[in-house]
């Protein structure tokens, strides 16, 4: 009789918002130069964006992004880091492109964008999702 505990696979998400699958035109700048890094996001939540890189950029860079929240005239103006850079090697990249984290936001545009990104959908996942192991195992001692 086998009596190993039988494990639940528990899924780990570690994002405070949900991304939404929408292209749109932005202007994503270097905070040292002022040189444009960016003029396409890919993804976008009210606290960061997946945007093509037009040049290469190292994680950690400080940049400013401008972007026309969709659906809406209102104008979105972030401050935020380069979190992560995506190189295009995997399949399901969609090339080269950079995760922004937004730093700083405006209270009234980040409420519209968030409104208007509700009913958009997320974008298909391109992995598998992570394994949250601890919560498994903490799921099986009880």
């Known amino acids: 009789m086998n009596t190993a505990p039988s494990f639940d696979t528990l899924r780990c998400s570690q994002r405070r918002s949900v991304r939404r699958a929408v292209r749109l035109e932005c202007e994503v700048v270097r905070e040292r130069d002022f040189k444009r890094i960016s003029r396409q996001a890919v993804d976008v939540s009210p606290d960061g964006m997946l945007a093509v890189a037009d040049i290469p950029v190292l994680t950690g860079e400080e940049v400013v992004v401008s972007f026309r929240a969709p659906r809406s005239w209102v104008w979105f103006d972030a401050c935020g880091t380069v979190a992560r850079v995506v190189h295009g090697r995997r399949p399901g990249d969609t090339g080269r492109c950079l995760g922004i984290q ?38 099986a001692m009880r």
Not at 117 to 139: E, G, N, Q
Request: proline share 16%; no cysteine.
């Open 102 to 139: 937004f730093d700083s936001t405006e209270a009234t545009p980040r409420a519209i964008l968030q409104r208007n990104l509700a009913t958009i959908p997320p974008p298909l996942p391109s992995r598998p999702t992570r394994l949250d192991y601890v919560a498994m195992v903490a799921k």
